[in-house]
């Protein structure tokens, strides 16, 4: 698992998404760092730019739609 999903939890749950297995989790994974426009970053860099956004008013509601939005389409 990558290391910033842990720290995702809210996001995923107010997204609708439980990754219950390892290749899910690769999924969300791959999401959130096309989400954050960072496809081929390390962890770590990634993580930091989440950060920002959850910092910002709304970030966590943004990232969460998203997030809804690239795995599940809706």
């Known amino acids: 698992m ?3 999903l842990r720290h995702c939890g809210t ?16 999924k969300v994974d791959r ?16 993580w930091q730019e989440i950060k920002k956004v959850l910092q ?3 970030g ?6 998203n997030l809804r939005h690239k795995l599940l389409g809706s």
């Open 11 to 26: 996001i995923m749950e107010k997204a609708g998404v439980t990754p219950s297995s390892k290749e899910a989790r690769r």
């Open 56 to 58: 910002e008013t709304g």
């Open 31 to 46: 999401a959130m760092r096309e989400i954050m426009g960072l496809p081929d970053s390390k962890c770590p860099e990634v």
């Open 2 to 4: 990558s290391c910033y």
């Open 60 to 65: 966590e509601e943004r990232l969460a739609a």
